[in-house]
């Protein structure tokens, strides 16, 4: 099956800094999916995003599918950014990266 | 516009006793339905997907069971609970025809099994 590989696993930003976080995965999807998950648990959409870029305020991704990765852009960080950010890749069956978690400190 | 319940949010439940969790879809019709679990913060593992009513494929040999009585409706049960099993559990949806719009998460159920 499609692996998805997240990097970093931890970063921990100070409140106003940018960072960039990348999912690649191992085989050609069709779907490709950022995931914000806030301390409640709550999975938050944030991208679909199988090729081009996107943006939503602070927030951007771009995915290029011919070298099979993705790039969430966070600018401007704030402390309500905090949380664990999923990429999910695939065809069929969403599988998902291990995330990376974010630490905002004010 | 398409929202997603899911309930109860949170459940304590002593080792051999039955379980029962419901997620119900609205404002949609024949959609994908999918049980997740993730356990230790981190990492969601698909249990369950089904396309449509009565059909169920399990991704992982487990303690647990699904069913889609209703074209809307997703249940995940256990008749005996494992310590085992304790985890946060997410119910999602998506579209059969396409998935322009990818999949959306319910509010999840956390389970500890005591």
């Known amino acids: 099956g499609i692996q998805v590989e997240q990097s970093p696993p931890d970063l921990i930003l100070q409140e106003g800094a940018n960072s960039t976080l990348r999912c690649n995965f191992s085989?050609?999807?069709?779907?490709l999916q950022w995931f914000h998950q806030n301390p409640w648990g709550q999975l938050i959409n944030l991208f679909y995003?199988?090729?081009g870029t996107k943006q939503n305020g602070r927030l951007s991704a771009t995915t290029v599918a011919t070298e099979r990765y993705s790039l969430l852009y966070i600018s401007s960080s704030q402390t309500t950014d905090s949380g664990v950010y999923f990429c999910?890749?695939?065809?069929?069956?969403?599988?998902f990266g291990a995330g990376t978690r974010l630490t905002v400190k004010p | 516009s398409q929202t997603i319940h899911q309930w109860p949010a949170t459940l304590v439940q002593p080792v051999g006793s039955p379980l029962s969790l419901e997620c119900t879809v609205e404002?949609?019709?024949?959609?994908?339905l999918y049980w997740y679990r993730q356990a230790a913060g981190r990492g969601l593992q698909l249990l369950f997907y089904s396309v449509g009513i009565g059909q169920i494929s399990s991704e992982v040999p487990q303690n647990l069971s699904a069913s889609r009585p209703q074209d809307r409706q997703f249940i995940l049960s256990s008749k005996k609970l494992l310590l085992s099993d304790s985890g946060f559990y997410l119910c999602?949806?998506?579209?059969?025809?396409?998935?322009?719009?990818?999949?959306?998460f319910g509010s999840g159920t956390r389970l500890t099994v005591v």
């Open positions: 999910a890749a695939y065809n069929n069956d969403m599988r």
């Open positions: 995003i199988p090729s």
């Open positions: 085989d050609s999807v069709n779907n």
């Open positions: 999602a949806w998506s579209l059969t025809e396409g998935q322009d719009y990818g999949y959306t």
């Open positions: 404002g949609t019709s024949n959609p994908n």
